[in-house]
Every structure is written in C-alpha cells, then in structure tokens.
C-alpha cells in the first residue's frame, strides 16, 4: 500500500520554504511533486519600477549568496543596451569576485551536506573555511553579502593590494587540499551516504535542460565560462571536472573539484591583473531601445538575464531572470525515484538548492 | 561546434541569423513552435528559457524562445495574437516550469497540456496577470510612503 508523505513547506531538513509531496512504499519512494512559490517576490516587475541604478541593487537581492553574480550578469546585459566595455582592471576583478563567490557557496554548499550526512564535525571545518572566503570578500568589498560591486561600465570598487588577497586564497587552497576534499573523497561516512544515491542520468539531465555542477556530475560538460566565456575568462587556463555517475558523491566531487580550479583561476587573476581604470570614468552613457542578454556560469549554473528598456526612459521595460534552480529543481523529481525516505534530504540539497532565486 | 550559418536552412528560413543584443536571433517563415521544438531537439540544442513581454497597447504579447547550441545563444520571437500557444511539453520537459511560471504570471494558455496546481502563488488563482499586480501594488507602497 502507498501512502503520502509531505516535506515542506516548513521542515527540519529543508532550510528554506519549499515542499516535496512523496508517494511512498514502505520506505521507497515511488515518486514526488515539487510545489514552490511559498515566497515569490515579484521582483522581475518590481524591477519596472526601478531606475538604473536602483535595479542593480534590487536584483542583487534575488539570491543571498550569489548575489555578485545576479549583479555581474545584470550589468553585463545593460552594458550592451548602453554600448559601454568595462576596461580590462574591472573584467579581472570581477573574475576574482566571481570565483570567491563560488568558493563560498561551494564550502558553504559542503557544510550543509556535511551536517545532512550526519558528519558535524566536516560541517564545523567548512563553515570556519567559509569564513575565510567571506574575510577575503570583505577585504574588497566592505560587505559580507552583497557586495555592491558591479556598476555599468565596471566595478565599483579596486583591489589594492592583489598580494594579500593571494596568500588568503594559498592559505584556504592548503586547507581544502589538506581537509576537506581528501575526506569527502575518502571517507567511509561519505561515500555510504553518497554513493549511488539520488542518480540522475545523463540522458534525463539533457533532457530537462539541467545546467551547472548537476550537469557535469551527470557527465554534461557545459560550463559558460569555457563555451561562451566573459569577463576575463578566455584568458584564464582551468579545467572543467565531469564525472559520469550522477549520484549524490559525483555532485561532491564536482564542487570539490571546482574550489580547486577556482583557487587555480584567482591566482592567475591576481598575478596577471591589468592596471588601469575600473570602470568607465566620466562617460556619458544612455539607454538605447532594444533588448539585450546576457549569461553567466553562476556556482549553481548558468544565470541569464534579458534586459529591454526603451530609449529615453527611467526604468527598464522588462527583466527577465532564468535561475539555475530554476533549471535544476525539477531534476529532483527524477533522484528521488527510487530513493529511500531517510536519503530524499542528502538528495535534495545536492543540487545546492537556492530557493530565494526559485522565488525571485 | 556546429555553424549557425547551417541552420536557418534545416528551419527552412530563408533568412540568416541576426546576432543583437547578445542572442543569434532567427526569423522563421511560419514555423510553429512545435515545429521548432522538434528541430532543436533533432540540433541536441539546450533548452534554456521563455521570456514574456507584454506588449503595449493591448498588443499582446511577445514570447522569446532561448536555446543553446554549444554556447551560442539562439532567440527566436513570437507573437501572440490571442493569450495562446501551443506548448512544448510533450516535445521539450525542460519547458515546464517556464511555461506553468508565464501561465501564473501572465494568464498565458500554452494549449495542449495539463497543468500541475499552481507553482507561483500557492493558495491564489490563475488567470491573474501578475505583472500588474505587482507594479499597481509597489504604485500603492510608494505613494503611501511620500505621504
């Protein structure tokens, strides 16, 4: 007999609102809906209402950790409305600020895994590294969270003293190396609570259009910053990890893996950043009619913004945001199948999750 | 990687694509978006998202149609004469929640498929445009803040 269980949309296992109705036998679970929206926010037509300026630091909002990222694609997009080229010291900063963002939410993401598996004291290690992440973060931006760093036409603020930002990022590459990958790659907790858990094929990953570290752990390699690279991308040399299980530890792996390469890309940003102006000083610039686009490799997966704003006018005509949860979470649907009960919370926060841009 | 030059004549458009803003757009000679779904399917294009516009002038709407094929961005347009069209679940899953996501917003009809209850705004009703609920409603909080 099958009976229904309900997860969400408040519940221990899950950090934010969001529910998970399970039809299940025994302790298998059969199948799943997933219901969100239990905090849309509007913010797309809200951002109508705002001038340039304004709907910077609105959008910055949309997601409490990647928010750099959300600002970064957003200028990006209005860059190309206003015909303006951020000059080569911003694009390199904002590589750096990228690349520290996905480090926090990768460690970030491995601390929560770490307490799901029941191995605290891997959460506590994480959350102390993620501390030094934020420290750096701090160190050029002033903030903890939303930065305030990117602007049309760059960036807001310099980093002044690169050498002290790179004996931060050696130190935190020493401890990832030292700790953190070698014990989620070893470890005996780990690997029974990850492995061959929560699969996800590559055909239905294709299929559902699944983006980011999902993606590569279910052996897709599409990363933006190699097939379409912007910023300072393309003269930045790194590998993209794909492993082909598609299970809960080939999504650990994968992040494991990308703080490694992160840590790889910041130290060629910081040896190699441009002198010069971080942004376009004293230019004049105005809004052209049309619609522009812009994508970027969030650490959950490719963000894209459509941006439309009328010549002449305050505020922007249309923003339309495309999420890398919103790509992912359907996928979990399909890695729950099958599961057992006690695995669908590990299953669930695998695909880092954010549910502040599900509900923007 | 494959050319985009090539793909226009697989589409049967005799057009070629326009790059503006970021997006390779295509204009298509009467293809349906059925039709295109399929193409992209048969190209291993990814899915990536539908972006509404609603027209002024009670014009309609606007619906882009985003695809990627191995890091081009594709963008094909089309207008909505009526609050319809069809959709592409059946041919393409990963427009799901795009489409159930402009049809909460919106009040869109994407005929031809079933819809889950609601994904957007638990608990309210369909048919509702979004939109202008949320641009009267920010309307209402300014002026109530200026007094």
Known sequence: ?360 | MMPLESIPEILGSREVFAEKGGVHWLTLNGMSIRELAKAMNALHARFITITAYELPKDEGFRLEYHWDLDGQLMGFSFTLAAKSIESIFDICEAVDWIEREIHEEYGLEFTGREYEPLLLRQGDTTGVNLREVVIAGNAVAVSKENK
């Open chain 1, 1 to 360: 007999m099958s009976y229904k269980i309900p997860m969400g949309p408040y519940h221990p296992a899950l950090e934010e609102p969001y529910k998970l109705d399970m039809i299940c036998e025994g302790e298998t679970v059969l199948d799943a809906k997933l219901h969100i929206g239990f905090n849309f926010r509007g913010i797309e037509h809200l951002a109508e209402t705002r001038n340039h300026i304004q709907v910077i630091a609105l959008m910055e909002r949309v997601c409490g950790i990647c928010s750099n990222i959300h600002t970064l694609t957003l200028c990006s997009a209005m860059e190309k409305l206003t015909n303006l080229t951020p000059p080569p010291r911003a694009q390199y900063i904002r590589v750096i600020m990228a690349e520290l963002e996905r480090l926090h939410s990768h460690v970030l993401w491995a601390g929560i895994a770490a307490k799901l598996m029941g191995f605290k004291t891997m959460f506590m290690t994480c959350f102390e590294l993620r501390e030094k992440v934020m420290d750096v973060l701090q160190a050029i931006s002033g903030n903890r969270v939303n930065y305030s760093m990117n602007r049309i036409g760059g960036v807001n603020r310099d980093i002044i003293d690169p050498g002290s930002i790179l004996r931060m990022v050696e130190a935190l590459e020493l401890e990832m190396a030292r700790t953190v990958i070698p014990i989620f790659t070893t470890s005996r907790t780990a690997t029974s609570r990850c492995a061959g858990i929560g699969v996800l094929t590559t055909e239905k990953t294709i299929a559902l259009g699944v983006v980011g570290p999902v993606a590569r752990a279910s052996g897709v390699p599409q990363d933006l910053r190699k097939a379409a690279p912007y910023a300072a991308y393309a003269e930045m040399e790194f590998d993209v990890p794909v492993q082909p299980d598609g299970d809960v530890r080939a999504r650990l792996l994968v992040r494991a893996l990308e703080i490694m390469e992160s840590c790889k890309i910041l130290r060629q940003a910081l040896a190699k950043l441009p002198p010069g102006e971080i942004h376009t000083e004293g230019e004049k610039f105005a809004f052209i009619t049309g619609t522009a686009t812009a994508r970027v490799e969030a650490p959950r997966g490719e963000v894209m913004y459509s941006v439309s704003w009328k010549e002449g006018s305050r505020n922007p005509a249309r923003v339309h945001v495309r999420t890398p949860t919103f790509a992912v979470m359907p996928a979990i649907r399909w890695m729950v199948k099958g599961a057992r009960l006690a695995d669908t919370p590990l299953i669930q926060a695998s695909i880092d999750p954010c549910y502040s841009c599900t509900d923007r």
